[in-house]
């Protein structure tokens, strides 16, 4: 089993609303697109560009939708990320260092960048051979966790410019005790529920 399936649903316990599982939006897809970034379309650019980005290779590519892990509609309406640990890599690293102050953000990026920080070598090492590779937009070794970063970026900047509010996330490191069943029932579902309060409570403080 995936392990955000089992987050996922203790967050719908918690919000006692049904996640969609497939949720697609018609802004949120593999390119970038001045229409859809609107005045971050100029960063978003330039962050491609420090990343090693390939515009031609980017170019050629199928338009696809980035399908979110789960999207809780209303009352709530915000897409939710569970990073497990190949999401924190130093190109995660690098583009949480490139965005905007005035973003609103649901998880704290401080906290998330000592993570890249102290993970970094072994979210790569855990990777598997598809996630080493290289892709047509970023032509070179691991470029495929570096599309994942760039693409970690389209999913936290867009949507409070669409009319959803910040991108929640959970970190696989914030829930090890419910992972390896230390925390099962009422108690994981309590840690779930303080964990989703703070990041709720931090994005109403912002926005």
């Known amino acids: 089993?995936?392990?955000?399936?089992?987050?996922?649903?203790?967050?719908?316990?918690v919000l006692e609303v049904p996640a969609e599982r497939r949720a697609q939006f018609d802004w949120l897809i593999n390119k970038p697109f001045s229409?859809?970034?609107?005045?971050?379309?100029?960063?978003?650019?330039?962050?491609?560009?420090?990343m090693g980005g390939d515009w031609?290779?980017?170019s050629t590519k199928a338009d696809g939708y980035l399908t979110p892990?789960?999207?809780?509609?209303?009352?709530?309406?915000?897409?939710?990320?569970?990073?497990?640990?190949?999401?924190?890599?130093?190109f995660r690293q690098a583009t949480l260092g490139g965005y905007?102050?005035?973003?609103?953000?649901?998880?704290?990026?401080?906290?998330?960048?000592?993570?890249?920080?102290?993970?970094?070598?072994?979210?790569?090492?855990?990777?598997?051979?598809?996630?080493?590779?290289?892709?047509?937009?970023f032509p070179f070794l691991n470029g495929r966790a570096a599309q994942r970063a760039f693409f970690d970026t389209f999913r936290d900047w867009l949507p409070p410019l669409h009319g959803l509010k910040p991108t929640l996330r959970l970190a696989e490191f914030e829930v090890t005790d419910i992972l390896s069943g230390k925390l099962?029932?009422?108690?994981?579902?309590?840690?779930?529920?303080?964990?989703?309060?703070?990041?709720?409570?931090?994005?109403?403080?912002?926005?």
Do not use: W
């Not at 229409?35 to 420090?50: M, N, T």
């Not at 809780?72 to 497990?84: K, L, S, T, V």
């Not at 099962?184 to 926005?207: F, N, P």
């Open 184 to 207: 099962t029932g009422d108690a994981a579902k309590d840690h779930i529920r303080s964990l989703v309060e703070q990041r709720l409570a931090q994005t109403e403080s912002v926005m």
């Open 100 to 137: 905007p102050e005035d973003l609103a953000l649901g998880f704290d990026r401080q906290a998330y960048l000592q993570l890249c920080v102290k993970h970094q070598e072994m979210a790569i090492r855990k990777g598997t051979d598809r996630f080493r590779r290289k892709t047509a937009d």
């Open 69 to 90: 892990d789960a999207y809780f509609p209303a009352p709530h309406n915000f897409i939710f990320e569970f990073d497990e640990l190949q999401h924190f890599t130093t």
């Open 56 to 58: 031609d290779g980017l």
């Open 35 to 50: 229409a859809h970034f609107g005045q971050y379309y100029s960063r978003i650019v330039d962050l491609f560009e420090k």
């Open 1 to 13: 089993m995936r392990l955000e399936i089992g987050i996922i649903a203790l967050v719908e316990e």
